[in-house]
């Protein structure tokens, strides 16, 4: 049996298929017409890659029904798996794709309910939350992994209430646990309000204040690196035990088969880097598992006041959290011209603050399997200029070894 606290495996056995554009807009015009419609137009949204797993593709979509023309998101999905019971399946080929429109995703059972206000407003009142109208916004949907959904009251108290994560039920659990266990602990995590174990619907509360990326694009108060190095440790000291590894969401050679396939030039040296990156070994402690700028939020006065975001929080690497935190400063101030010098000013006593607790050399490794993760984000959102972006995050993961 594999020793469960060695690191996860590097390498992938099969990738889930590509589909052409052609056989995406044929699967998605079958599916509009077995519902009763006319598919007019399609443009991709954006890419969703799993290594060794699925790649799902979300599509703004037009259609004709009943006369009448909607805007929908539809959804492409393939998935060496199979599929969930009650998933619409097409065949391409020898190929087998999941279709679907949101919100009714097959892995998500509960996102129709979370986007309705009558059943929203339901849960409130079991909740004892104030009485109002409900107005809802899907703040990020994930296919088959997640849905966050804000959730706001017009009514005598009016106001952001609580945010809904919809999640496949066992995970829904899993997280649910997480959040119990942070709290405890003490850390500044949303409290859990609820949990529809079922429907794998969770209820947080809504944190308030802006987060680290917002308060260096408004120039306001930032955390001293020091508070948070401390948060890191507090982190540390948890406990808090996951479902998932995170080291193995950390892991850079999990990107390595969608990034060479996107620049077969550069493969060798993606390879290269990215085993370099992953080759890290630490003790392991509690982390948050995705830290960055967009999961910090901030008081007035700069200090630390809320944790978004506990999902992936287990037991890993202190040195992936770091890089991870690190790496997103640095990215923040490469997409706005105005903060750069900030940015990376504060990123590097960042840097320099975590290197004493977790060493120079892991830190970097960390730090350059982070911009080979951030590499893969400007093609899964489809941005004009991926590729481009693409290049230079590659490139800085290996400067941040040494390579260039």
């Given amino acids: 049996m594999a020793d469960p606290t060695s690191p996860p495996a590097a390498h992938v056995t099969s990738e889930p298929a590509v589909l052409t554009p052609a056989q995406e807009r044929s699967l998605l015009s079958t599916a509009t017409r077995a519902a009763g419609g006319r598919l007019i137009s399609t443009e991709i949204r954006n890419v969703h890659h799993r290594p060794a797993r699925s790649r799902s593709v979300m599509h703004e979509a037009v259609l004709a029904v009943d006369d009448q023309r909607l805007e929908v998101l539809l959804v492409t999905h393939v998935d060496v798996r199979g599929y969930p019971e009650g998933a619409f399946v097409l065949s391409a080929g020898d190929l087998e794709v999941g279709v679907w429109r949101f919100p009714f995703d097959p892995y998500l059972p509960g996102l129709p309910s979370a986007i309705s206000p009558e059943r929203v407003r339901e849960l409130l009142d079991q909740l004892g939350a104030a009485p109002g109208v409900v107005t809802l916004r899907t703040r990020a949907y994930r296919p088959t992994r997640r849905a966050v959904i804000e959730v706001r009251v017009q009514g005598p108290v009016s106001g952001r209430v609580l945010y809904l994560k919809v999640l496949p039920a066992p995970r829904a659990r899993s997280v649910a646990r997480r959040h119990r266990q942070l709290t405890a602990a003490g850390l500044p995590v949303p409290g859990l309000v609820g949990l529809a174990e079922q429907q794998g619907i969770i209820a947080i509360e809504a944190l308030a204040g802006p987060t680290i990326a917002e308060a260096l694009r408004a120039g306001a108060p930032l955390p001293a690196p020091d508070a948070l190095l401390a948060l890191s440790q507090r982190f540390?000291?948890?406990?808090?035990?996951?479902?998932?590894?995170?080291?193995?969401?950390?892991?850079?050679?999990?990107?390595?088969?969608?990034l060479s396939d996107l620049l077969p030039a550069r493969a060798e040296e993606i390879a290269e880097v990215a085993a370099a990156a992953a080759d890290l070994e630490a003790p392991l402690v509690g982390v948050h598992g995705d830290l960055h700028p967009g999961q910090l939020l901030l008081g007035t006065d700069g200090r630390i006041t809320g944790v978004l975001d506990v999902d992936g929080a287990g037991q890993g690497y202190l040195a992936h959290d770091a890089g991870n935190l690190i790496a997103h400063l640095e990215a923040t101030g490469v997409l706005d011209p105005r903060i750069t010098g900030m940015a990376h000013r504060y990123a590097r006593e960042v840097q320099d603050a975590y290197a004493e607790v977790v060493g120079i050399d892991p830190l970097a490794r960390a730090i350059a399997a982070s911009w080979i993760g951030l590499a893969t984000s400007a093609h899964r959102a489809q941005e004009p200029t991926w590729r481009q972006q693409l290049e230079r995050r590659l490139d800085r993961a290996a400067s941040a070894l040494g390579r260039r």
């Fill in 236 to 258: 540390a000291s948890s406990g808090v035990q996951g479902s998932r590894d995170p080291r193995a969401f950390a892991d850079p050679v999990r990107h390595v088969a969608l």
